[in-house]
């Protein structure tokens, strides 16, 4: 962009010329049949998300984000009364680290008061796997992706560009509508503009400020093809907004300063900007999931109201002219202004849209609510518009606003001064979190449980086994009395393939009354969480030296063999009931259900499961939440 300072600004007196864009200011206020998208936008009264859409595809069924879905929350119908164009981000906002989707271009249509409609991607609707109205996509070069919401700004289609759109055919993948259009982006510029506000309300006496903000994209794309030849990008296009006759600009508010200020005979003036706006270059959509690298301009100034009659005021609208031969190539929608002669009364403003993960807080702030006489203000939160204030009554205009479910709708702010009361809502998408396995493993512990019976005073020895090595021992004294009462315990042990056991029967060295004849059967019980106890049984004879030592290698094996206990840990962010399916790589898949009675909602899943024998085994557990969203793990299982 061509910088200037505010001292080399041209002012240009032209006699007889007609301001280019519309001076008439002053209509009824909105119309009480509907209202324009922008404003119902502007006013919170309207969220646009993109959607999943399940549908026949050919022969195929398929669920894909396809749909554009606008939710029109006013009393009224909202038209959509010129192309659209959404930018995901929006060049207002900051680039996201997180998720966007693919730029597209709203056709005219009316969205039912109270209602919504959901637009469809306008390939499918011509080849008709999908209904009207269609949305053209400007972003040939990233994904789309579900649930992400849209900041509408003031952009409209580029008037080269409508002719183009209102041509449709379909006649094959390279020779169609869509097709059309990202040819058309590879071989011009196109440059979109915006214009902020949308709509707000200003006081009837003079001296209101309303800050304007103008964004300027080219959004053709400069591609590699030798074919290609057309430059497409802009070199010292300008950028034009006209100030209606009696208001004025706010001195040193112009940013950055403007390459001339023209003035028009009927006393408005035109502030025009020269800037360079290169196309994006193709081989910078590496990676589809992320937004094209558009550049953007930036303009802004504060214009300062006259004294104004109630009612609506139409501010001109911003508009582009690359070859400066006086014809706008690109416009934004009008600025709208609702003059209101009650003093006193708050201007809630809610902020927004808003969007966010279910579980997490998202930030809800009303800064920009204001009081025409400067009175402090009270703000209080209803964070979905359901007559039920989760907030009280604060001097902050911000709230941490936490959805435990996926939402789709809109967030209410009230704000008050001593004697007057107003409220504004904004559109929130809230999409849903998969859930998540923590830890997924074999949770098997066990307690293995010594007893001798037959001829008293002969004792066992029982020594634990891991990869082959002792790692624990116990010993017990046949004593007089029940054998249960007197057995022995390892406490608790984890259950491992490789887990294996000795037990030694020395009758040399016990006491002098021990018989030399005993005869000492005893048993190995394997005490497990969840599963039925095993037990292993074995005869000692003081005379049958061959007796003397018992040998359990394979005890780990035989014991998994005969029931595992498996044990995840599962989250969900919000307040989604789970299902955990479990496939257990035999044949076998078993499934469970856990509701959800608190946000984040955490339960430690266990699983008991019989193998059919040694082998190898992989274990895969999924887990859906309500909502569709999924996780999956495994482990794998040596027997």
């Given amino acids: 962009m061509k910088g200037s300072s505010a001292s080399h600004a041209m002012v240009v007196f032209v006699a007889g010329a007609v301001a280019l864009g519309s001076l008439s200011l002053f209509h009824p206020e909105a119309d009480a049949e509907g209202m324009s998208l922008w404003e119902a936008y502007a006013r919170g009264l309207v969220s646009i998300t993109m959607a999943e859409e399940t549908y026949q595809r050919g022969e195929d069924t398929v669920t894909l984000p396809v749909g554009i879905r606008v939710v029109n929350a006013a009393g009224v119908p909202v038209a959509v009364e010129e192309e659209a164009v959404l930018m995901s981000p929006h060049p207002s906002e900051p680039r996201p680290a997180g998720r966007t989707t693919q730029d597209g271009v709203l056709s005219v249509a009316s969205i039912p008061a109270g209602g919504s409609l959901t637009y469809h991607y306008g390939e499918d609707v011509l080849r008709g796997f999908l209904a009207d109205p269609p949305w053209w996509c400007l972003e040939e070069f990233q994904f789309t992706t579900a ?90 296009g300008a950028i034009e907004d006209t100030v209606p006759a009696g208001w004025a600009v706010e001195e040193g508010s112009l940013s950055p300063a403007p390459d001339a200020i023209v003035e028009l005979e009927d006393g408005s003036r035109t ?58 190539d690109a416009e934004s929608r009008p600025a709208l202004l609702d003059a209101d002669a009650a003093s006193g009364r708050p201007d809630a403003d809610a902020g927004g849209p808003y969007a966010g993960v279910e579980g997490e807080a998202i930030p809800l702030d009303a800064s920009a609510s204001r009081d025409p006489d400067g009175d402090a203000l009270e703000f209080r939160w209803d964070f979905e518009d359901d007559g ?68 008293r005073w002969h004792d066992l020895t029982l020594t634990i086994l891991a990869e082959g090595k002792a790692v624990g021992e116990t010993r017990i004294v046949r004593e007089p009395g029940s054998p249960r ?155």
């Avoid at 759109?165 to 006649?171: K, T």
């Avoid at 999931?289 to 930036?298: A, Q, R, W």
């Avoid at 490789?498 to 020395?506: K, N, P, Q, R």
């Avoid at 003397?548 to 962010?573: F, N």
């Fill in 147 to 236: 649930d992400v919401a849209f900041r509408l700004g003031g952009e409209t289609l580029p008037s080269a560009l409508r002719p183009l759109l209102a041509n449709r055919h379909y006649e094959g993948p390279e020779s169609n509508t869509q097709a059309d259009l990202w040819a058309y982006l590879r071989a011009h510029p196109a440059v979109v503009v915006g214009k902020d506000p949308l709509w707000r309300t200003v006081r009837t006496t003079a001296g209101d400020r309303v800050p304007v903000t103008l964004h300027a994209t080219n959004v053709a794309v400069y591609t590699f093809d030798d074919a290609v030849t057309i430059d497409v990008n802009v070199t010292q």
């Fill in 271 to 328: 502030i025009r900007w020269l800037v360079d706006l290169p196309a994006a270059l193709e081989s910078e959509a590496e990676n589809p999931m992320f937004p094209t690298e558009y550049e953007t301009v930036t303009l802004s100034y504060v214009l300062v109201t006259p004294g104004l009659d109630a009612g609506r005021a139409e501010l001109p609208r911003a508009r582009s002219d690359m070859d400066g031969d006086g014809t706008p």
């Fill in 388 to 455: 039920t204030f989760e907030t009280g009554w604060s001097s902050s205009p911000q709230a941490q606003a936490r959805y435990t479910d996926d939402f789709s709708g809109f967030a209410r702010v009230e704000a008050r001064d001593a004697t007057t009361t107003s409220t504004a809502v904004a559109a929130v998408t809230v999409s849903n979190a998969p859930p998540e396995i923590h830890g997924l493993e074999i949770a098997s512990v066990a307690e293995l449980r010594i007893a001798i019976a037959g001829e």
């Fill in 485 to 639: 009462e007197q057995s022995a315990t390892t406490g608790p042990l984890e259950l491992r393939p490789d887990l294996g056991a000795i037990v030694e029967y020395t009758p040399g060295d016990d006491p002098a009354n021990g018989g030399s004849n005993g005869d000492n059967p005893a048993w190995l019980t394997v005490e497990r969480e969840g599963l039925e106890p095993m037990r292993f049984r074995h005869n000692f004879n003081v005379r049958h030296e061959g007796t003397w030592r018992w040998e359990l290698r394979d005890l780990g094996v035989a014991v998994a063999s005969s029931g595992l206990l498996l044990r995840a840990g599962l989250r969900d962010p919000g307040k989604d009931d789970l299902t955990a399916t479990w496939d257990f790589g035999d044949g076998t898949v078993e499934t469970q259900t856990f509701p959800a009675d608190t946000a984040p909602f955490e339960i430690d899943a266990r699983i008991a499961h019989e193998f059919p024998g040694p082998g190898s085994y992989r274990v895969q557990l999924v887990v859906r939440d309500d909502d569709g969203g999924t996780a999956a793990a495994e482990i794998p299982i040596e027997l």
